[in-house]
């Protein structure tokens, strides 16, 4: 009996431990399951974050087309060719079409209901209509620029599939995975024949990776060589076919491609690709150039074109076999394209357009929508304000000017790429604000540091015109000078925080009494300084501060001749309202718009503008700066061809570490700095370094954009002066000029030049003045 129940106890005890064990073996399993689903569900949303930053397209402006534009100097024949137009003999019938003749051009944009046509004269437009009635404008499709990604140190130029000519698609299928639209993101035939491969040659000759599995490798999990690594590859790549088609696979595939370095940048893409070894936009590629950079992408900088040609065509020779084996190619076609010399650009342009406006488009996303608008928002469009005919004016410019001062001035040249000299060009709308053109440096491959927004630099001269509009304005009451008051231009010593301290003229010239007007043409440091003493440097700071400048100002006597530091982006949008009539617009901005993933308007912070000084003060003062390029610092430009209504001011250091020029017409402003990032003295004013950039830039967007002339508004006057008093002219005047008043400031009648009627009425008047008091 107490046998039978020692074994009755004894299974019991088994059977517990049984059902423990099963028990455990569960929970531990339920434990793994969790943390598998919790860890793909991180994985995949990392995954998904940047996928929607990679498939956020950044585009520049449509490029419109109105009256009196040039369609040689905007290329519009180019713009055609990057956005897939094809050219017809006939009336376009389908979107994507254009025709071209002697008397217009009829196009046909993509999304519209019928083709415009752009009637010409000579190379302008001399009308836009569209089913024979005029319109004021039209506009083409906006070019993609960028993705929102903020990975530094690229090159990136995204494209969506159907950009991608079926050539490419095939010969990086052919490379990489032929089987790709076959399998569900592991390929066991592809790595049962490269471990046969393999072990045949004794090394390792072929991948037995697919694409899908490259893309979770570059995104999510890095390149160590681990067999936990490669199991979760493989996990992750089945779980994304589950997640994606696989056209979008292939899209976020291609513009993953790593296509070797252009000096610290990587060329991310085929579009990048595209334009960085050849030139072209990925559409444009040619069979041999498709089997090219399709051969890169297995080891970028072993293949590489640049750094070697022979190995390259080698590698692009066995993609073209493998197409023709695999059937995608014809024997005709495999022998011309395996015939065609590898021929590639030496120095190629960025492959992406603007890449000092792109990092700055990125950054006012973040401060404007917030970090995670692109990141969660797939298929999101940003909508930039960006003129890509103006900025490749801009980048043209920059490259020329800077070229043409080295060779001026020989000891400006360095042979250290970062210690060149450099220069910022920045253009905006005066009405809006909006950013048109910008270069921030003048090689983003050989630096990324954007001046044109994080360099501070002293204006100098460039901040004057603040200080006259100070003592010109009449908002605290009459105003201390008119244009045509004098003030003395001569040595002066002055307190400054208990030190002496003396303003110099730029070559230590002094003109003795001079006018308000030819102060600010000449850039005078010691009548501005007279000037700014007078009104009070605190008045001067409230002008400033009213037209938008936010840098630390001091109430110093130096401070009147730019003598603190300022980035050029905000040194420009302070002259926005001296050139649109006194608006000040909320920012600078380069984000016009964002269109959520389906379709809707996110709704950007409101960014209204606000009155910052009177028309009639802002065409006063645009009426001395007009001055400056006539007979001033800047007379220059007209010597350099520059024609039509502009004004501007140039700037320089007492030091001779920066040079300026802002100038503008009613419908667009710009500015130019030069100089060195360390700060050393180039020796050079605005006028000898950054006018003549300034002009070349200002020469074709006027060539392309006709601007009209200023408009005077009301509250100012003309009234004719007699130059060697600054009274209002009579005609017994010798020296006789026009001047701009604001209205009730004119001078009193000159009294020194007249005839003998003219003194007796003169006489009589005072003598009856004098009684009736």
Same mark, same amino acid.
């Given at each position: ?6 074994? +009755? #106890?004894?299974? @019991?005890? *088994? &059977?517990?431990?049984?059902?423990? %064990? =099963?028990?455990? /073996? !569960? +929970? #531990?399993?339920? @434990?793994? *399951? &969790?943390?598998?689903?919790?860890? %793909? =569900?991180?994985? /995949? !949303? ?13 585009? =520049? ?713």
């Amino acid at each position: 009996m107490r046998s039978r129940l020692g074994t +009755a #106890l004894t299974h @019991l005890r *088994g &059977a517990g431990f049984c059902s423990r %064990t =099963a028990l455990t /073996l !569960a +929970a #531990l399993g339920a @434990l793994a *399951g &969790a943390a598998l689903v919790i860890y %793909t =569900a991180v994985e /995949l !949303a990392r995954f998904d974050r940047a996928d929607a930053r990679r498939v956020t397209f950044v585009y =520049a402006a449509g490029q419109s087309l109105a009256a009196d534009m040039n369609v040689r100097a905007i290329d519009l024949a180019g713009t055609l060719r990057r956005l897939r137009y094809v050219e017809t003999r006939t009336r376009p019938r389908a979107p994507g079409e254009y025709r071209r003749e002697a008397s217009g051009w009829d196009v046909f944009v993509r999304g519209e209901p019928s083709p415009f046509r752009v009637e010409l004269e000579g190379d302008r437009i001399g009308r836009v209509t569209r089913d024979g009635r005029p319109v004021a404008r039209a506009a083409l499709e906006p070019e993609v620029l960028t993705s929102a990604t903020d990975q530094h140190g690229e090159d990136h130029l995204p494209v969506r599939l159907a950009d991608v000519p079926q050539s490419l698609i095939h010969a990086v299928l052919a490379a990489e995975d032929h089987r790709f639209f076959e399998h569900g993101g592991l390929d066991p035939r592809g790595l049962g024949r490269a471990a046969w491969a393999n072990l045949r040659a004794g090394k390792v000759t072929q991948g037995g990776s697919t694409i899908t599995q490259q893309l979770v490798k570059n995104r999510l999990l890095g390149s160590q060589r681990t067999l936990g690594r490669k199991l979760r590859e493989a996990w992750l790549a089945a779980v994304v076919e589950w997640r994606y088609p696989k056209e979008r696979i292939l899209e976020a595939y291609l513009n993953e491609l790593y296509l070797g370095q252009r000096g610290p940048l990587a060329v991310r893409g085929v579009g990048t690709g595209a334009r960085a070894y050849f030139g072209k936009e990925v559409h444009q590629l040619t069979l041999a150039e498709a089997a090219l950079l399709a051969g890169m992408a297995r080891a970028p900088n072993s293949y590489s074109p640049v750094l070697d040609p022979k190995r390259a065509r080698q590698r692009r020779d066995v993609v073209l076999a493998r197409m023709h084996e695999l059937g995608r190619i014809s024997a005709a076609d495999y022998e011309a394209a395996r015939r065609r010399p590898v021929r590639v650009q030496p120095s190629p342009p960025p492959g992406q357009s603007a890449p000092y406006f792109a990092d700055y488009v990125r950054q006012e996303i973040e401060h404007r929508a917030g970090d995670g608008v692109v990141s969660y928002s797939r298929d999101a469009r940003v909508l930039t304000t960006l003129d890509l005919t103006l900025q490749r004016f801009a980048e043209t410019a920059v490259t020329r000017g800077l070229a043409g001062l080295e060779r001026n001035w020989p000891r400006l040249k360095r042979s250290d790429a970062a210690d060149r000299l450099q220069a910022v060009l920045i253009a905006l709308d005066p009405a809006s604000g909006e950013i048109r053109a910008l270069v921030g440096g003048r090689d983003y491959q050989a630096s990324q540091f954007n001046r044109a927004v994080l360099a501070r630099r002293q204006p100098g001269s460039a901040f004057k015109p603040f200080v006259y509009l100070a003592a010109l304005s009449a908002r605290r009451g009459p105003p201390a000078f008119t244009a045509a008051s004098f003030v003395e231009d001569s040595p002066l010593a002055l307190d400054a925080d208990g030190e002496p301290w003396s303003p110099r003229n730029y070559e230590g010239r002094y003109e003795g009494r001079v006018s308000v007007r030819r102060a600010l043409e000449q850039s005078l440091n010691a009548a501005t300084v007279r000037v700014a003493e007078e009104v009070g440097l605190w008045a001067v700071i409230d002008t400033a501060r009213a037209l938008g400048l936010r840098s630390p100002l001091r109430p110093v006597p130096a401070m009147a001749l730019g003598a603190f530091e300022v980035s050029p982006l905000e040194l420009a949008g302070a002259y926005l309202p001296l050139a649109n009539g006194g608006l000040r617009p909320a920012g600078v901005t380069a984000v016009a718009a964002i269109d959520e993933g389906d379709g809707t308007p996110l709704a950007l912070p409101a960014r209204a503008p606000t009155q910052g000084l009177p028309p009639a003060e802002a065409y006063l003062m645009t009426s001395l700066l007009q001055g400056v390029l006539t007979s001033g610092t800047g007379a220059a430009a007209r010597e350099l061809g520059l024609a039509g209504s502009v004004a501007g001011k140039t700037g320089t250091t007492n030091d001779g570490r920066d040079a300026w020029f802002v100038g503008y017409t009613p419908t667009l402003l710009a500015l130019v700095w030069v100089g060195f990032d360390g700060g050393e003295a180039h020796g050079l004013s605005g006028a000898q370094a950054a006018l003549p950039i300034w002009v070349d830039f200002m020469k074709q967007a006027l060539e392309a954009y006709p601007a009209p002339p200023f408009a005077a508004p009301a509250g100012v006057r003309l009234a004719s002066i007699d130059v060697t008093n600054g009274r209002l002219a009579t005609r017994f005047c010798a020296t006789v000029a026009p001047e701009i008043f604001l209205e009730g400031t004119e001078p009193a009648p000159c009294h020194e030049h007249q005839g003998v009627s003219d003194q007796i009425v003169d006489w009589w008047r005072r003598l009856l003045d004098r009684l009736q008091r």
